[in-house]
T-cell receptor
Framework: AQTVTQSQPEMSVQEAETVTLSCTYD???????LFWYKQPPSRQMILVIR??????QNATENRFSVNFQKAAKSFSLKISDSQLGDAAMYFC????????????????FGQGTILTVHP | KAGVTQTPRYLIKTRGQQVTLSCSPI?????VSWYQQTPGQGLQFLFE???????NKGNFPGRFSGRQFSNSRSEMNVSTLELGDSALYLC???????????FGPGTRLTVL
């Protein structure tokens, strides 16, 4: 079974600064997807960024980028020019790309990192 | 396109009762997954439905069940509620040509 670990329960950053959230995972599969989701106080889970394991190029979405290290099974999220609206719980998630059985529709989540942004 | 919707948003029940939660996926999405979120256990996968068939199930007791209708709307049911069932229940939908799950706002269930 796959596991996802976020070792930082809480992080803080000053507005306009950069912060990196860590995520490691364990899998025996070679093809899979990784995601970062953001959950603000409203509890709505919002997709931040996704990465396909077969792509070596790190994904970027505006101020958000990832550092994907497949051999190390590491998937960190970098937030540049942090804004007050970035304050939320951030979850790293894994999804198998294998169709069938226990893979259908299942995301495996880490425990989350609470990000505080100071003005 | 409208996003994933969940009803009701808040629910208070007592132990022993049963509850039904509803999820309407994004138009055109046929896969619906359900998750339970609690402070202690985090986010845990309940089950996934596609074209009215349950394709995958997490490690939850049989009191947790679900179904999907021909219009892809899904319901989950919890019978004989226990205090530990108090949680945020999230559903997510996935389109046929994407691997990304899009979440609804959740239903907050409180069991007294």
């Amino acid at each position: 079974a796959q596991t996802v670990t976020q070792s930082q329960p809480e992080m803080s950053v000053q507005e306009a600064e950069t912060v990196t959230l860590s995520c490691t995972y364990d899998t025996s599969e070679s093809d899979y997807y990784l995601f970062w989701y953001k959950q603000p106080p409203s509890r709505q889970m919002i997709l931040v960024i996704r990465q396909e394991a077969y792509k070596q190029q790190n994904a970027t979405e505006n101020r958000f980028s990832v550092n994907f290290q497949k051999a190390a099974k590491s998937f960190s999220l970098k937030i540049s020019d942090s804004q007050l609206g970035d304050a939320a719980m951030y979850f790293c998630a894994y999804r198998s790309s294998n169709a069938g059985g226990t893979s259908y529709g299942k995301l495996t989540f880490g425990q989350g990192t609470i990000l505080t942004v100071h003005p | 396109k409208a996003g994933v919707t969940q009803t009701p948003r808040y629910l208070i029940k007592t132990r022993g009762q049963q509850v039904t939660l509803s999820c309407s996926p994004i138009s055109g999405h046929r896969s619906v997954s359900w998750y339970q979120q609690t402070p202690g256990q985090g986010l845990q996968f309940l089950f996934e439905y596609f074209s009215e068939t349950q394709r995958n199930k997490g490690n939850f007791p049989g009191r947790f069940s679900g179904r999907q209708f021909s219009n892809s709307r899904s319901e989950m049911n919890v019978s004989t509620l226990e205090l530990g069932d108090s949680a945020l229940y999230l559903c997510a939908s996935t389109g046929s040509h994407t691997d990304t799950q899009y979440f609804g706002p959740g239903t907050r269930l409180t069991v007294l």
